[in-house]
Nanobody
Framework: QVQLVESGGGLVQPGGSLRLSCAAS????????MSWYRQAPGKEREWVAT????????NYADSVKGRFTISRNNAKNTVDLQMNSLKPEDTAVYYC???????WGQGTQVTVSS
């Protein structure tokens, strides 16, 4: 059974940091492009970051470039998203995904507020 389970969300003040983690089971992330998406209240889901299966190349949405870092640990079958310099507009439910396989996690809430 395929599962993606996110963890690490929570409430943080503006300027703070959080690290999200996604634990995959039922398939190997080593051969999968992995991504993080987010959905803010009243808005459509948007792409945040991707790490490719080949060479681990990364790409980021302009809104998070320079602040967020996506990484993969193939041995642990996990994908992380390090989020620094958080802003209130980063508030959203964050989802881990293997988009080309159609796999999605249940999401974890990130709230940036003073």
């Amino acid at each position: 059974q395929v599962q993606l389970v996110e963890s690490g969300g929570g409430l943080v003040q503006p300027g703070g940091s959080l690290r999200l983690s996604c634990a995959a089971s039922g398939f190997s992330i080593s051969t999968s492009t992995m991504s993080w998406y987010r959905q803010a209240p009243g808005k459509e889901r948007e792409w945040v970051a991707t790490v490719a299966a080949v060479a681990g190349r990364t790409n980021y949405a302009d809104s998070v470039k320079g602040r967020f870092t996506i990484s993969r640990n193939n041995a642990k079958n996990t994908v992380d998203l390090q989020m620094n310099s958080l802003k209130p507009e980063d508030t959203a439910v964050y989802y881990c995904s293997a988009p080309f396989r159609g796999y999605w996690g249940q999401g974890t809430q990130v709230t940036v507020s003073s």
